[in-house]
Each structure stands twice: as structure tokens, then as C-alpha cells.
């Protein structure tokens, strides 16, 4: 499998980042600081590397630097397999709620999915610890994020998809008859909803059946995963054509349904992704929090594998405080099979104690406060 990795980090006016350049190397990445120092902010730029609003799902405004005018830019240089590769992504100060630009070796990129041509970038981060307890939207978008890291076309589907549910909302909450509207909107949304269900259903076949290659007692369990959602539960049992006719005529007969409600009641919007620890024949909500994280780690890197096996190259990891939160054995498992995926992967961390196993094998960074310098003695 091929690798990719950054080489050099650039940002402007990026959370409390005035300016900063940093040279980086192949392999780990560890970044430790006291908390507040501005370690996951260097996480979420790397995550602007790729579509999407990066980790935190942050407004732009958000994320340019308090006192400077408003707009932020990061930039990379890549080194991988076809060769060096700079990507740039930023807003300005007037269109920091409008969208960001991304320009690739100094050209203007069509959209932000060009940026999947040269690296894929995969988290975690705390917020996700509880994914299996919380909403389904939260699942759903990180099942997109995974699906996306393989299918670069997933996103455009899913705007469009969201896009044709809007204009579809928008007939229902003013109480429209339009047939011709009604019929025009919700046909895209069964051509794009079933698009995006099929490639759901396939990125859980196939991430089961590399899930079935972890180690039955392995520090990582397997997990059972599934979908659930009217639409997915049609993909495979009948063609394409038939399963958007099949939606579309749902969608038609749930207009008054959906009238009184205020919003689409079905659709790909709808669906779940189920996950059960194996070995224990449990709910993975219903398992402690240890053993929710460890599954969520071995979906991560089974993915990551997976990644590397569909498209060739390997995704960049972000795990943010991932060592915090699991135990000595664990920790060191999970180190092994990072060297063994052989990826660029950035972690953080308070103390560089939690990493020392990696001393020698990893660049060791020390974050304070919009500095970023080696880690003494690391």
C-alpha cells in the first residue's frame, strides 16, 4: 500500500495560530501540551485537508484566528507516491461563512473533493466516545466520513441529496400543491438517496469482512456492524431502478404525513448504523465506556486497512487524546499495529509518558500557546 504524508504545515490566523510552519516527518506524530494549548486546533487543520467542515464541524467564522480579520488559510506540502503535492484551503474575511477555497499545486480546485486525489484523512477525537450512546446523526456522519474516505464522489451526493430535501421541506412548510415541484425534487432525491444508501451498504460489507480479520481476543474486538434504514434494507433485493422508483412513490404517498410533521420522515436522512460487540454479544451502547472505545478503535483502523487495500493509499489518522482513554496494553497494541499500517498518523496528548514506547520511532512535539518546538529529551 501506498503512503502518504505531510511534510510541512503551514497556517495563518487559524484558532490561536498567528502563523506557523512545521516540518514533519513520516510515521507518528505526537503532539503533548497542557490542555487548552492548542493541540486538537492542529489536528482540526490537517482535517480542512480534505472535504467537509474538519473535525469540530465548526463554522468558518468560528475558526479564523479572534482579532484578525476574519479569514484563515492552511496549507501542506505532500510527499507520496506520484510525488510532491502542495494543497491550500482558507476563506477570506467577506466569505467566511460562504465556503472555502482549495487550490492544488497552485491551481484552483474545482471543489473540495479534488483534495481526495492526494490524501485521505480519517479521527477521532473525545466528542466521538460517545457515538454509540448518542444521536444518529452523529453515526451517520461518521459512517459518510468512512464511505467518503473510499467513494470521493459520496459527498456530492449527500449535498445534493440534503439540498433536494430542503427545496422539498420548504413545499411542505408553505403548504404547496405544486405536483410538478413536488415530482421534480423528489425524483433527485430518490436517485441520490439510493446512491447514497448502496454505497453505505457497501462500505459495511466490506468493512466487515476486514473486521473479520482482527484476532478473536484481540485488544480491539470485532464488532457486528448493520444498517438500519428503509432504503439500505431494499439495496440488494432489487435493482437500482427499482429501489428509486420504490422511494419515490414513498416519498409522494407521505406528503400529508410529512405535511403535518414539518420535515421528510424517510429517507437515507433517516437511517442508523448498528454496531454490537461481538465477543460479548452486546449493544455496543450498552457496553462500559472502556469497551465502547476499543471498538470504535478497531472500526478506525480495520478501516484504515481497508482504505489502503480499495484505494491504494493509506489514510493520515488523527487521534486526538487516544492514549488518555485506553490501558497500557491497549495503548501499546494500538501502537503496533499503527507501525504495521504504516501511515503518518498525529496524536495527542498531555504527557509524552503516555507515548513512550514510540521514543525513538516518533516526532515528538511540544504545543504551548500558539508554539509548536521539539519535545526535550523525547
Known sequence: METVHISKLTLADFRNYSALALELKPGPVVFTGENGAGKTNLLEAISFLTPGRGLRRAPYGDVAREGSAGGFAVHASLDGPEGPAEIGTGTSGAEAEGGRRVRINGANARSAEDMLEWLRVVWLTPAMDALFTGPAGDRRRFLDRLVLAIDARHGQRALDYEKAMRGRNRLLADDSRDLAWFEAIEGQMAETGVAIAAARVELVRLLAAMIEKLPDSGPFPQADISLAGTLEARIGLEPAVDAEEGFREALAQGRDRDRAAGRTLEGPHRSDLIVRHRPKAMPAELCSTGEQKALLVGIVLSHA???GEM????????????????????????????????????????????????????????????????????
Request: glycine fraction near 8%; hydrophobic fraction near 45%; charged fraction near 20%.
Open 305 to 307: 486497512r481497508l482504505c
Open 311 to 378: 484505494s491504494g493509499q493509506v489514510p493520515i489518522l488523527l487521534l486526538d487524546e487516544i492514549a488518555a482513554h485506553l490501558d497500557t496494553g491497549r495503548r501499546a497494541a494500538l501502537f503496533s499495529i499503527l507501525e504495521e499500517l504504516n501511515c503518518q498518523v498525529f496524536m495527542t496528548g498531555t504527557e509524552p509518558a503516555l507515548f513512550s514506547s514510540l521514543k525513538g520511532k516518533a516526532q515528538f512535539l511540544t504545543v504551548d500557546h500558539g508554539r509548536v518546538f521539539p519535545t526535550a529529551d523525547a
